[in-house]
């Protein structure tokens, strides 16, 4: 029975490693799927709770007229001291006094006009809180239906009238304003009053459908669960259909999926409390969870190949014992072709990462920064004066500082970093996962570091300094060397404005 369990000992391994990652393959797909799910649900709320709003604000703007802007706009810069408009009943439907909107006028001459001792549009001579103006209640008519009142006080404190005097020319003046200016408002007003009224709910639902992404239908419920209102206009007046499902579900029409959200909505006609329905198209949430299956079951295909094959090499493995001296060669010729490798990727004379290499590592950054939406920003520093040192001090010297310099930078260098020449005395660092504040945080400490280290060459000592140009990726950016051409171009900036400096794209 022990003898019997040796030999089995490996096939029973892989197979409890197959069973593992097999299970595990469908746990994950399982959780995915139901996080997936979670997010629609999340978003679906969001988005009906927004079209809520927005039909919430389509009836306020139905049932109310903001005048404030026109006002502004027509206003001939009368010094206007109090601006109403009023609903036949008195009561407030806008003010310049956001505070007293929905309260009745019960002013003295209010009350005056509207018991016939004062008559609509003609101009009156009253104190307001304590400041004397020229009022007027002008009406608005809509198909000779009285709709509104507008309530307008003019300060003309600064006339000082006395008794008898409301006739010089300076008031008449004004009142030819004031009557241009409520001719441009009564049309303005009955303009929207005759817009709005020629409105419905159903065409404001389907137009809001046609410019929102993703949303299929949106419907209101009465208590009753008849359809109300909806962008579809043949389902009004018809039965909610799937009672019986949850408010959240996923549902089939026509073939399509659609995930299905109802929620209270807002108050409508008569009080009466409505709901809302949301279908959202639930395509891309198919999709998600068909490439999760497939996924899940790839994996557990190359879980199943893979203990094969591991099986299979095991069994030649012990067959032939010389196969181990030969795997063991095979694997020095590896490290030392990696070794070969690593030399084809390094400047011999830095030590840092070539130009190739560095170009390759900075294209697989950018792409793995656009897939999973990381920071990454690509820093160039170059040598100020390099020329000069080379002139002056000989190539050598200027081999010397570019080892010198490259080490000093190295060792502001963080794990995830890539630091690389890129030719003559240009370095570039690439900095994976990091924004434009932190790269300029390091890129300071860089040029910092080169300034405070002289290089030593046959007793000469060669202050260094270096220009620096930084650039962080964002969504505009369409491949890699759009990115290091903007960092190009800062440091070209940082050389223009006196070198010794670190410069932003």
């Known amino acids: 029975m022990i003898s019997l369990a040796k030999k089995y000992t490996v096939p029973l391994i892989l197979f409890s490693l197959v069973v593992g990652i097999a299970y595990l393959s469908y746990y994950n797909y399982k959780t995915q799927k139901d996080l997936l799910l979670r997010q629609l649900h999340d978003n679906s709320l969001n988005v009906a ?6 039909i919430e604000r389509f009836h306020n703007i139905k049932s109310t007229i903001s005048l404030e802007k026109l006002v502004d706009d027509v206003s001939f810069r009368l010094e206007i001291f109090e601006f109403r408009y009023l609903g036949p009943d008195g009561t407030i439907r806008n003010s310049m006094f956001k505070e007293e909107i929905g309260e009745v006028l019960s002013s003295k001459s209010f009350l005056e006009t509207t018991r016939g001792k004062r008559k609509l549009n003609t101009f009156s001579f009253e104190i307001r809180d304590f400041v004397e103006v020229m009022s007027i209640y002008h009406p608005i008519y809509l198909n000779e239906k009285l709709v509104g009142i507008i309530d307008l006080a003019v300060d003309i404190s600064e006339y000082n009238l006395q008794n008898g005097s409301q006739d010089n020319f300076s008031i008449l003046r004004r009142q030819v304003d004031i009557q241009n200016l409520l001719k441009s408002m009564d049309g303005s007003i009955t303009n929207s009053l005759a817009i709005l009224t020629k409105t419905n709910i159903n065409d404001f639902l389907h137009a809001y459908i046609e410019s929102a992404k993703n949303i299929v239908e949106v419907s209101i419920i009465d208590p009753q669960e008849n359809i ?6 043949r389902l009004v007046a018809t039965k909610l259909k799937n009672r019986n499902l949850p408010d959240s579900s996923m549902i089939e029409i026509e073939g399509k999926l659609r995930y299905r959200t109802i929620i209270d ?5 008569k009080n009466e409390k409505m ?11 198919l999709n998600h969870e068909n490439r999760l299956f497939t996924t899940a ?3 557990a295909a190359i879980a199943l190949l893979f203990a094969l094959f591991t099986s299979r090499l095991i069994y030649f493995s012990a067959l032939e014992q010389s196969r181990g001296e030969k795997e063991r060669l095979e694997h020095l010729v590896k490290v030392r072709t990696r070794e070969i490798e690593l030399l084809s990727q390094t400047d011999s004379l830095t030590g840092l990462w070539n130009r190739r290499h560095l170009e390759e590592s900075l294209e697989s950054e950018f792409k793995r920064a656009k897939r999973y939406n990381k920071e990454l920003s690509i820093m160039i520093i170059d040598l100020d004066h390099f020329k000069y040192i080379n002139d002056t001090y000989g190539h050598m010297a200027g081999d010397e500082v570019l080892r010198e310099v490259s080490a000093a930078i190295k060792e502001c260098q963080r794990e995830t970093d890539f630091i690389g020449r890129y030719g003559g005395e240009e370095i570039v660092i690439i900095l ?10 390091i890129a300071e400490t860089v040029r910092e570091t080169v300034e405070s280290r002289p290089v030593e060459f046959e007793g000469e000592v060669i202050n260094v300094t270096a220009s620096i140009g930084i650039s962080s990726l964002r969504k505009e950016h369409e491949n890699f060397a759009t990115l290091f051409s903007e960092a190009d171009e800062a440091l070209y900036n940082a050389k223009k404005l006196g070198r010794n400096r670190v410069e932003v794209f």
Request: charged share 15%; proline share 2%; no cysteine.
């Open 265 to 269: 909505s807002h108050e409508h006609d």
């Open 228 to 233: 109300y209102a909806s962008s579809n206009n």
């Open 275 to 285: 709901k809302l329905m949301l279908l959202i198209d639930a395509t891309t949430f």
């Open 297 to 299: 079951t790839v994996t």
């Open 432 to 441: 994976p996962e990091t924004d434009l504040h932190t790269s300029s945080n």
């Open 49 to 54: 709770s927004s079209v809520s709003s927005a």
